[in-house]
């Protein structure tokens, strides 16, 4: 079995020795530490386990990490700036668009990719955008009105 020996995360050149077909969200929860991302369903349907790659929402628990090496893989780890959390973060935060956050990293890594393609998504647009993502505590209402707060900003 062939091995990934480079990963380029958060803006860093990581070293894993792990099988290609193991599942990103795998390498970056158990030997990378990045715990960020969360393991929900491991059938790509809830979107908990979303990170970007190449500024793509992709479900991380059906990505063998092999197929993400040589790409730019974002976690919500390496969302914030500096330490200092992105006007989305806040945004959540503000609208308390989390109750149990299980679902939160994967929600703002699909918002960041839909504001970094579309900076003034409608409503319409962010609720295709989002669809997919589940939330367990039925925040749907804040969390769209966060991603639009920052998308009028």
Do not use: H, W
């Not at 149990?100 to 319409?124: E, I, V, W």
């Not at 962010?126 to 969390?143: D, E, F, K, L, S």
């Amino acid at each position: 079995m062939a091995k990934i020996t480079s990963l380029n995360v958060n803006g860093k050149k990581l070293s894993v020795d792990v099988d290609s077909t193991v599942s990103l969200l795998s390498v970056l929860r158990n030997d990378l530490d990045l715990t960020g991302s969360k393991y929900g369903c491991g059938e790509g349907q809830c979107g908990a386990c979303t990170v970007l790659i190449d500024g793509v929402a992709t479900r991380s628990c059906i990505t063998q990490v092999g197929r993400a090496a040589g790409k730019q893989i974002t976690t919500i780890d390496g969302l914030d700036k500096d330490g200092k959390l992105t006007p989305l973060q806040e945004a959540f935060i503000k609208a308390d668009a989390m109750q149990c956050a299980y679902c939160t990293s994967g929600m703002l890594m699909s918002a960041s990719a839909l504001l970094n393609k579309n900076p003034k998504p409608n409503r319409d647009e962010i609720v295709t955008a989002m669809n997919g993502n589940i939330c367990r505590c039925g925040t749907y209402q804040r969390i769209i009105e966060a991603i639009e707060s920052v998308s009028a900003a």
